[in-house]
């Protein structure tokens, strides 16, 4: 079983950037789809950005043109490029295959100050 490590979080002001980092244990080149979710306390995992293995991208509507998926193959790695943050774009930040693997990795806080 692939085990993910989300790093690259931290306090940032609106406005600033950060790139997340998702390392797996063994290769992702056969996982199709790599994804990007967050969470806030109380409320559900949403879903913020995928990619495909062919570097198909999709991202959550109110990300669209800040946030930029990335993976490669070769490192095991899957990024994610935040720009412009935003407070609500506070949470806790973590990576998976689509569909899940069973075993999330810890997360990467991020919290955007106003």
């Known amino acids: 079983q692939v085990q993910l490590v989300e790093s690259g979080g931290g306090l940032v002001q609106a406005g600033g950037s950060l790139r997340l980092s998702c390392t797996a244990s063994?290769?992702?080149?056969?996982?199709?789809?790599m994804a990007w979710y967050r969470q806030v306390p109380g409320n559900q995992r949403e879903l913020v950005a995928t990619?495909?293995?062919?570097?198909?991208?999709n991202y959550l509507s109110s990300v669209k043109g800040r946030f930029t998926i990335s993976r490669d193959n070769a490192k095991n790695t899957v990024y994610l490029q935040m720009n412009s943050l935003k407070p609500e774009d506070t949470g806790v930040y973590y990576c998976?295959?689509?569909?899940?693997?069973?075993?999330w990795g810890q997360g990467t806080q991020v919290t955007v100050s106003s």
């Open positions: 998976n295959a689509v569909p899940n693997l069973s075993s």
């Open positions: 063994g290769s992702i080149f056969r996982l199709n789809v």
């Open positions: 990619v495909t293995k062919y570097s198909t991208t």
